[in-house]
């Protein structure tokens, strides 16, 4: 019946296994020092067992010193609850007053290992009034054992306990179904738990979940596998906790290396120590500086133990770069063409950990990834019941309350969403008057400009917004316009690589047009930028939103009958794409002025000079792809710079653009 | 993915790393509790590769209670000298002077007295704002619930009650004026973990932890070395030669040794794995009561 198992090592508890007999230490050491560390949580409402269960794994593993267990004789004897059998709880209830009341207040830390595994478990209390100190033991854990009592079933806390954990992304969780001897090891029981906890976790975000009955208090499935429960095929608890794959758990994709330390020895040593957040760093590789967004490239990744060519999380190591860049703790190390969002307005869960209430005005101090800034709220989304899940709309949190919120921060940080990299999505809140850590969050996302809450739109919320727009009642028809301008509205768009020649057409064409009775107008990149748009800077992200402003400006231009001239790189097909949405289809034509990037780089050197020292970053046709159209309105090149404005003339006279007559 | 994956003690070692860094960047004028101990000879190697090729950038502290094992301060003068250190030895002189010691005072006053107010007053002299500590949470069970950023007030207290939430690796090392932290990087590592770094790493440590012939008296079940001839001679003549090592290094006539043959780094770990007694009861100041490490810890003691 239980021949799948497949590994059933864990049943000798000797630290030196098989070979207790011609133990060679040495071989033992050099094998113990390979072992991976796993770090677990445990949760379950008091009394499920949780300490029993905990004590057992330390216990069966050999980890319980002798005198700590003639300690524990002893104080089974005072004040312990299990009668005359050893009480295991009492080994881990280590701070007096809890201990008095019999029940665990805080997150304790305790460890065991095997012969294949450290584990390292957070063991935290149950109650709703506990939820923070779950939270804490969840952030770092890589599983989580649920308990549940068999007689019990799934209860309030069950459900309460799952989110928390989804909440704080550990990927896998166990369900132990405990004190099976109650209920006679029956499999319909424990069938019916499973099924019932099925149907809950599936609205919750968990990718592997696993289901074990046991029986802590007499070791059954604990260590050894289950010898009452023949019906159960899986392994007992420890087997699979030593077996569970977690390495391919972090985020070796996207390569954050959030500056924590700048060691200077001296003047000729300049390096950048950090713990690599998540991806690999490459010796080598070219890298880019946030905010300043200079680019270089790693020369040497050094450690104490020699240089590596490469690094990953969670290894803390120092490098050195190429090129001389400043620098500071709370920069980060990032790849071009992977960037983290750098923004200062986004969306988290946020849970309270303090005993004094949020007070929604107060400005506190946001830590997250080694960078320290101010940071407001801007608005609390809802609310979550932590037992029924139901959201609820409030205006402040209390202690172990957890929500949706929107934040502002004083200087942009560079984040991921929680989701996909739990190093560069969470923060700590610190309120700078006494200090405490009151709040912590996982980010979820930016937010799009559409989306951003009253305080930062100027008006209460999007929907509000939009039920009052009216649309005026304008006194003006377009046929009146046309019949006033003699052309019809059109949005010029001139896109090419920086240096192609597209300003000097659009001052050109502009000046023509006008000349020949035109009513124009010429929006480009440096009248824009220096007002509309001076708080965006050159990513592809604020690039997007540069345009989108364009684009409104455009429309609204049209509209009034007036023809708009916009030189602008729009380097990519989605941005255009974007633009032609919002001027709409018919009046959007697009002029590409194809230049050779020797022609633009002889053209317009200083740019391109100082990309080449890593002075700026982000140039489209360097670092930054420029993705020609595929089908523009007109294809122009800088060499026909005599005829190319005539070209543009002769396109809106035959279109009828301009002029109409 | 597997060739991406670190062992326990490479984990472990990032981890330290990481919480040492975060000290020297947060912090204006740390400082490292150097026991000469074991863990503490860790936590040095830890710093040191930390800041490679640096220097470490803050100095350690030594708290003699001016009853140390006379190798354990050979070992500390010898190692700093040899390794560049910058050691800040600190003793309670006026206490000292007044002939405070264990054979004298008793056990708990001499504690009080030349460790903990030696501790407190060596941290105020230099107005240090963080102190490093090489305890672990393994070594007690009060331990096991302690914070890696242990937060102090102004009068060095710890109150159980009151410590901030510590999530992922995000530590808060904000504190007015006058408070302190003290800062555990080891506390995650058992003390199997300690020796296969020791063994790994090749750091030196103090003799005293290897088995030799010393002269021991037993003193109500705890083996007692005699160190020197403060040592009253009633109790002294009683020593017999044994083959003893000792597990935690502290006053010698406050810790007691066992009796083994283990003279490597290999025996040692043997012997643990097999004989197992928990390294604290070796330290005499434990049998006082009941939560009794609490208790100092309330004081201000590590
Ligand atoms: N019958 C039975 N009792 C158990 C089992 N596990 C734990 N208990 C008992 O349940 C009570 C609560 O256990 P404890 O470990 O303190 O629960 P905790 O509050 O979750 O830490 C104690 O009296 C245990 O002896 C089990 O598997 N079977
Ligand atoms: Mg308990």
Not at chain 1, 110 to 116: D, G, H, I, L, Q
């Amino acid at each position: 019946m239980k021949n799948d198992k497949t590994q059933n090592t864990s049943t000798d508890n000797s630290p030196f296994g098989e070979a207790r007999g011609t133990l060679d230490i040495n071989a033992y050491l050099d094998q113990d020092e390979k072992k991976d560390l796993l770090r677990l949580l445990t949760a379950g409402s008091v009394d499920d067992g949780k300490s029993t269960l905990i004590g057992r794994l330390l216990f069966d593993s050999k980890k319980i010193y002798e005198d700590q267990l003639s300690a524990l004789e002893r104080d089974s004897k005072r004040v312990g609850h299990a009668g005359e059998e050893i009480d295991y709880a009492l080994l881990l209830d280590g701070l007096k007053a809890e201990r008095e009341q019999g029940i665990t207040i805080d997150v304790a830390y305790r460890y065991f290992s095997t012969n294949k595994r450290k584990f390292i478990i957070a063991d935290t209390p149950g109650h709703t009034q506990y939820t923070r100190n779950m939270v804490t033991g969840a952030s770092t854990a890589n599983l989580a054992i649920i308990l549940i009592d068999a007689t019990k079933g799934v209860i309030t806390q069950t459900r309460r306990h799952t989110f928390l954990v989804s909440l704080l992304g550990i990927k896998h969780v166990v369900l132990a179904v405990n004190k099976m001897d109650l209920v006679n090891y029956d499999q319909k029981v424990f069938d019916e738990i499973v099924a019932d906890y099925k149907s809950f976790i599936t609205q919750l975000d968990v990718p592997d979940v696993n289901f074990i009955p046991i029986a802590a208090l007499k070791g059954e499935n604990v260590v050894e596998p289950t010898t009452l429960m023949p019906w159960y095929h899986g392994p007992s608890m420890l087997e699979f906790l030593e077996s569970v794959h977690i390495s391919s758990d972090r985020n070796f994709d996207d390569m954050r290396f959030p500056v924590q330390y700048v060691l200077r020895p001296d003047l000729d040593f300049r390096g950048f120590s950090a713990r690599v957040a998540s991806g690999i760093i490459r010796k080598g590789e070219k890298i880019m500086v946030l905010p300043s967004r200079k680019t270089s490239r790693i020369k040497e990744i050094i450690t104490y133990d020699g240089n590596l060519d490469e690094a990953f999380p969670p290894q803390s190591v120092t490098i050195t770069l190429e090129d001389e860049i400043d620098i500071s703790r709370g920069d980060m190390i990032v790849y071009p063409d992977n960037l983290p969002r750098i923004e200062r307005h986004f969306e988290a869960n946020l849970v309270w950990m303090d005993e004094m209430p949020m007070d929604p005005n107060m400005q506190l101090f946001l830590k997250h990834a080694n960078n320290t800034t101010r940071v407001k709220f801007d608005k609390i989304q809802y609310k979550v019941d932590v037992n029924t899940l139901q959201k609820s709309s409030i205006d402040h949190f209390e202690l172990n309350e957890i929500g949706r919120v929107v934040l502002t921060t004083n200087k942009a940080i560079f984040f991921d969403p929680y989701k996909k990299n739990r190093s560069t999505g969470s923060f700590i809140l610190i309120d700078p008057m006494t200090n405490n850590t009151v709040a912590v969050g996982m980010i979820i996302d930016k937010l799009s400009a559409d989306d951003l809450p009253s305080k930062i739109v100027d008006d209460k919320t999007l929907e509000a917004n939009k039920s009052r727009i009216h649309k005026g009642e304008c006194l003006i028809s377009d046929a009146q316009r046309q019949k006033r301008f003699n052309q019809n509205p059109a949005t010029l768009w001139i896109t090419g690589l920086h240096g192609s020649g597209k300003n000097e057409l659009a001052f050109t064409l502009e000046k023509e047009m006008f000349d020949a009775g035109a009513t124009v107008v010429l929006l480009d990149g440096s009248s824009i930028r220096s007002g509309l748009s001076n708080e965006l800077d050159f990513s592809p992200t604020d690039r997007a939103e540069h345009l989108r402003r364009v684009a409104h400006i455009s429309k609204l231009l049209n509209d009034q009958g007036i023809i708009t001239i916009c030189s602008f790189i729009s380097p990519d097909e989605n941005i255009r794409k974007q633009v032609i949405q919002i001027i709409g289809e018919d009046r959007f034509k697009l002029i590409h002025m194809d230049a050779t990037m020797e022609f633009c780089k002889k053209n317009k050197p200083e740019l391109y000079e100082k990309f080449e020292e890593g002075l700026i970053a982000n140039l489209p046709g360097a670092d930054l792809q420029f993705a020609a159209p595929e089908n523009p309105t007109l294809m122009l090149k800088p060499e026909n710079r005599a005829t190319n404005t005539k070209t543009i003339m002769e396109y809106l006279a035959d279109h009828k653009i301009f002029p109409i007559v | 993915m597997t060739e991406y994956s670190l062992s326990h003690l490479k984990e472990l070692e990032a981890e330290a790393i990481h919480i040492i860094r975060e000290v020297a960047a947060e912090f204006e004028n740390p400082v490292m509790l150097y026991s000469i101990g074991k863990d503490s000879s860790v936590m040095v190697r830890l710093a040191e590769k930390a800041f490679y090729p640096g220097k470490v950038p803050f100095p350690l502290m030594h708290i003699d209670s001016k009853w140390k094992f006379k190798e354990m301060v050979e070992f500390r003068d010898n190692y700093a000298r040899e390794n560049n250190w910058n050691l800040i030895v600190h003793s309670n002189m006026a206490a000292f002077e007044a002939g405070v010691g264990p054979f004298t005072h008793g056990s708990k006053v001499h504690t009080d007295v030349m460790k903990t107010q030696a501790l407190l007053e060596g941290l105020g002299k230099y107005k240090f704002d963080a102190a490093f500590g090489g305890a672990r949470r393994d070594e007690e069970k009060s331990r096991a619930k302690e914070r890696i950023f242990s937060f102090r007030d102004k009068f060095h207290q710890w109150d159980p009650k009151n410590q901030r939430p510590e999530l992922w690796d995000i530590y808060n090392a904000r504190v007015h004026k006058g408070e302190s932290i003290r800062v555990f990087p080891i506390s995650n590592w058992t003390e199997l973990d300690i020796w296969q770094y020791v063994r790994l790493e090749k750091i030196p440590i103090v003799p005293l932890y290897f088995a030799k012939e010393r002269p021991i008296v037993n003193v109500d079940g705890n083996l007692i070395m005699v160190d020197d001839e403060r040592m009253p001679k009633e109790i002294a003549e009683k020593a017999e030669m044994k083959m003893v090592r000792f597990r935690t290094l502290g006053c010698y006539p406050l810790t007691g040794a066992v009796e083994s043959e283990a003279d490597t780094i290999e025996k040692i770990v043997e012997e643990m794995m097999t004989v197992t007694v928990s390294e604290r009861t070796t330290r005499v100041i434990d049998f006082d009561q009941d939560g009794s490490m609490e208790q100092k810890k309330r004081e201000g003691y590590f």
